[in-house]
Structure formats: C-alpha cells, structure tokens
C-alpha cells in the first residue's frame, strides 16, 4: 500500500512545485511589465519635458528676434524722422536767416573777428525728461560763432515787426502802454510784441487792429537761446574729446521796421544773453564778447567747429580763420 502511494506523492510534490514556479514566473512577468511600463512612463515624460523646454527655447529666440526686428523697425523709423525734421528745418532756416547771417557776418568784420560763422545748425540732441527717461529730437540754433580762441556764441534771430518789449514792461517806456497786456503776468524772462495787423470786416472793409504777443518764460526769445546754448553745449561735449565749451548766448531782432525797447545792460557783451536790435548794437556787442577771451586756440576752435560743420550748416569764415580740414 505504501508503495502505491509513492508515485502519487512524487506527482503531487512535483504539481506542487510545478504551481510555484508557474506563479512565479508570472510574479516576475507582473513586475518586468511594471518596470517596462514605469521606463516608458519615464522615457515619456522625459520626451514632453526635452519637448516642451524646445518650445520654451523657440519661444523666446522667436521672441527675441521679432523684439529686434521691431528695435530695427523702430530704429529706422526714427532715423528717416529724424532726417525728415532735419530736413525740413534746413529747408526753412536758410529762407529765413539769411539776411540776419549777413548782418552777422558784417558786424563780426567790423569788430575784427576771428572765426567761422554757422548758420542753420541742425543736430539730435539727447535731453532727459521729468520723469527720469530719455527723449532724443531733432533741435536747431539759427546762428553759432566760433572765435579762434575756442569760444562759441549762439545766436537766435527773431524778425519781429512792430514794436517789441524784451525784458522792459511796456509802461515802463510809456505810461500810454500800460493797458496793452496784463503787466502782473510779465516775469523775467520775456518778450510782448504788439503789431497791426490787417481785417476785414462785416461790410468787407479793411480795418487796422493792434496785436499783441506775449511770450513768457520758455516761450521768450531770451530762455529759448540759452536752452538751444546748453543741448549745443551737450553735444559738443558728446562728439568732442576737448574741454566743455561754453556757448555764450545772443537775440537778435533783426527787422529793420522794429521798434524794440530793452534793457540797457542787455544790449551790451557783459551779460549772460545780449539782446540787441540793429547792426550798431549787434557790431558793439561782438567786440565785448570776443575780447572776454581773446587768446587763440586753434585745437579747441577746430574741434568745434568740425562738429557743428558736420551737420549741414552753411558755414562762412571771418577774419584770419579758416576751416579745418
């Protein structure tokens, strides 16, 4: 009986193992598949992440180049506006100055001048706004005269009809004018034209009325020149490697049928902006200014004057100076 039941046992042991091998076999097929499936998982995200990081990098080159495409863009646009204004003040400043630049010219010759008279003096000056940005814009000074000595005068010349107050209120000159404008309003610097003008009238004739400007603080011939002396002096200083130069500054009435009232110690060289209205003024006021400093300097003269030279004024020497090469 025994012996009969050794076979059995045999295959039942041999079932038995047979079992475990099988679940066995299907335990470490369970855990291959879940480590197959956890690589893939990995190999996945790995790939969404190299793919998104791609499209990350793309984005911001593609997003950086259009940043300086629209740079270029900006840059060009600017540049022809720049040109265009530029422009436009040559086209226009020539028309108008050139009998105020022949007055000039005959007062620096008979004040024994040395030096280069530009007219038109068209450049981009950088200025820095309020609010702590920067703003460049097209600016331009009538006149600027350089002596040998280096020292520069801007001009600005204003051909003002009628009868002109700069700097004196009109009931100082005449207790008649004390009703043209309203005198509490007029603080130094300024300026009050008062010219006729020409109108018709609701029958169609002609009838002489009286108007009046006034310009005040930014606006009077006098701040507007010393403004135009400092952006000069600025981008002299930008395009030099000399010393600053300082820049004197002048107003010039220069029409011939004005009656201009100033004070006395604005038409003379001693002050910080001469305004004077005849060729006998402005031939007085030259002198007392070139002999503030009359040592010649070649060096500093020459870099000046091949700044301002290079941006398209219509240059013409005076006296023993002549333009650097």
Partial sequence: MTSDLVPWLVAGGLAVVVVVLVILLRRH?????????????????????????HRDATARIEADRTAQVAAAEAARRDALAEAEQSRGLARTGMKWEEASEQAILRACRAAGIDGVLMTNVVFVPVDETEQGSWRKFVAQ??????????????????????????????SEVHPAFRNLVDESSLVPPFAVQVQSRTVLNHEQEAENWWQVRVATKGASPAQQVRVQARR????????????????????????????????????????????????????????????????????????????????????????SYRLPD
């Fill in 232 to 319: 000069l002096a600025k981008f002299v200083d930008q395009h030099t490697g000399v010393a600053r130069t300082w820049f004197d500054t002048c107003v010039f009435y220069s029409a011939p049928s004005a009656s201009t009232f100033v004070a006395p110690e604005d038409r003379s060289g001693t002050v910080t902006t001469m305004i004077v209205t005849n060729d006998h003024e402005l031939q007085s006021a030259l002198a007392a200014w070139a002999a503030k400093d009359s040592v010649p300097n070649r060096a500093r003269a020459d870099a000046v004057v091949r700044v301002l030279a290079g941006q398209g004024a219509h240059a013409i020497t005076v006296g």
């Fill in 141 to 170: 000074a009538d006149h600027v005269l350089v002596s040998d000595s280096g020292r520069g005068l801007v001009i600005e010349s204003k051909r003002w009809g009628g009868i002109v107050f700069d700097g004196r209120r009109p």
């Fill in 29 to 53: 097929q369970s855990s291959a598949r879940s480590e197959l499936d956890a690589a893939e998982r990995t190999r996945r995200d790995e790939l969404a992440q190299r793919e998104a990081e």
